[in-house]
């Protein structure tokens, strides 16, 4: 029995990778051609073979080292190889065959440990997903030949387990809902829920699942849009134009949107690592029916001025509470607005219209007494919550954004939304 080296062998003009790896151990019997170590370049993961058989005397390599053609790996203790080596068997297999002849219970233990001590046969490519999944490769039951694991096994297994908790809870909710019926503590009426929001509610916790929201509180000073949105009279019959101030927050939000490309996108493609950046400008806006939330699409925004989208916000909003608008209409959107100034409160969380990346809400407007130059002067303010997708915008982005926004709602911007 004599040692051996094992070394890095030609890796090509790589120099310096990362070991990303180890996949043996000191007192291991490996075979040769049985993976040793994972590294890692800019371009891809390769995994480094045994050149022989043997029995791991010591590892000279651990994670996060960096390695070049020539660095040692590990030294093997190597044997002539037997008869089980010869047949493609490790000896811990042939005992297996021994034992089931007389103790049957002792295999399946034994197998067990096996499928605990062994590494599971997979691509670099499948390992560095699983590392990124934070699952255990070698939980993992691999559907290739010879049990090799590709990324498949694992998102089925990631989907079982995911699948097991969900059941788990729904038997929790199950039993405690069984336990009691609330017709036990005094007289109920049970009535079908509105097929509008039957249809929503699986958007909406597709919404909430899928997407980590963070949300964005802040007020805008909209003193002079508003008068001069009060100020706007018909060039024709002299009549006070009736522009609701959702006008102005339409054309202000499409001009944060050119500023702020992330936020007109979707990341539908996250597992590819793909963003869809939009060169369109669909505003989405929240109508209140009877029959539920509907958020038709102002088409092209970018492109009409504030009397036009006033007149089209009026058009949608009677399309949807009559049922009359074209399914097409919920679809494609940039950003979506949705307003309770008509109803009242201030600040409060949206959900995002998946698979939009953010939403704006606002509250109802009112007069308040602000401290500007040493003097206290009532103005307007409008409460904003910017709700948006963490996974692509952070939160200092979402903070200049609510400050363009309230910039374009201001004074030196108000007049010109209006052309």
């Known amino acids: 029995m004599s040692d051996k080296e094992i070394k890095v062998p030609n890796i090509?003009?790589?120099?310096?990778?990362?070991?990303?790896?180890?996949?043996?151990?000191?007192?291991?019997?490996?075979?040769?051609?049985?993976p040793l170590i994972t590294i890692e370049?800019?371009?891809?993961?390769?995994?480094?073979?045994?050149?022989?058989?043997g029995k791991v005397k010591s590892v000279n390599i651990k994670v996060g080292d960096k390695v070049s053609e020539g660095d040692l790996i590990l030294i093997l203790e190597s044997a002539s190889e037997t008869k089980e080596k010869i047949q493609g068997k490790s000896p811990i297999e042939n005992e297996f065959k021994k034992i089931q002849i007389i103790k049957p219970e002792i295999q399946q233990t034994l197998i067990n440990q096996s499928k605990v001590t062994n590494i599971s046969p997979a691509s670099p490519k499948a390992r560095?997903?699983?590392?990124e999944l934070g699952v255990d490769i070698n939980q993992v039951v691999g559907s290739e030949k010879s049990g090799r694991v590709i990324e498949d096994?694992?998102?089925?297994?990631?989907?079982?387990?995911t699948k097991n908790v969900e059941?788990?809870?729904?038997?929790?909710?199950?039993?405690?809902?069984?336990?009691?019926?609330?017709?036990?503590?005094?007289?109920?009426?049970?009535?079908?829920?509105?097929?509008?929001?039957?249809?929503?509610?699986?958007?909406?916790v597709n919404s909430w699942t899928t997407i980590p929201h963070v949300t964005n509180h802040d007020e805008?000073?909209?003193?002079?849009?508003?008068?001069?949105?009060?100020?706007?009279?018909?060039m024709y019959t002299g009549e006070k134009k009736k522009i609701t101030p959702l006008a102005f927050l339409v054309k202000a939000l499409v001009v944060s949107l050119k500023k702020f490309p992330n936020f007109n996108s979707s990341i539908d493609d996250i597992e590819n690592g793909k963003i869809t950046l939009k060169k369109y400008f669909h505003i989405g806006i929240a109508v209140d029916t009877q029959h539920g939330l509907m958020v038709p699409k102002i088409r092209n925004a970018d492109n009409k001025n504030i009397s036009y989208i006033g007149s089209e916000l009026k058009k949608i909003s009677d399309e949807c509470r009559n049922?009359?608008?074209?399914?097409?209409?919920?679809?494609?959107?940039?950003?979506?607005?949705?307003?309770?100034g008509g109803i009242g409160g201030s600040f409060f969380t949206p959900i995002i219209n998946y698979p939009e990346v953010a939403i704006?809400?606002?509250?109802?407007?009112?007069?308040?007494?602000?401290?500007?130059?040493?003097?206290f002067k009532v103005r307007t303010i409008l409460p904003i919550s910017l709700s948006y997708d963490h996974r692509i915008i952070d939160g200092a982005e979402a903070a200049r954004f609510n400050n363009d926004l309230k910039e374009n709602l201001g004074k030196n911007f108000a007049y010109k939304l209006a052309v």
């Open 167 to 204: 059941e788990t809870k729904e038997n929790k909710l199950n039993k405690i809902k069984n336990e009691f019926e609330h017709s036990d503590f005094g007289e109920i009426e049970v009535k079908d829920i509105p097929r509008v929001k039957k249809l929503s509610s699986t958007y909406l």
């Open 128 to 131: 560095k997903f699983a590392r």
């Open 220 to 234: 805008v000073d909209i003193t002079e849009m508003e008068d001069f949105r009060n100020s706007l009279t018909d």
């Open 153 to 161: 096994d694992i998102k089925k297994f990631v989907s079982s387990k």
């Open 41 to 53: 370049s800019d371009k891809s993961s390769v995994e480094i073979p045994a050149s022989f058989n």
């Open 12 to 34: 090509g003009e790589f120099k310096d990778v990362e070991v990303i790896e180890v996949l043996v151990s000191n007192g291991q019997s490996v075979l040769k051609n049985d």
């Open 360 to 375: 704006l809400g606002v509250g109802k407007s009112q007069a308040k007494q602000i401290l500007i130059n040493g003097k």
């Open 323 to 340: 049922l009359k608008i074209d399914k097409k209409e919920f679809f494609g959107g940039s950003m979506t607005i949705t307003s309770l």
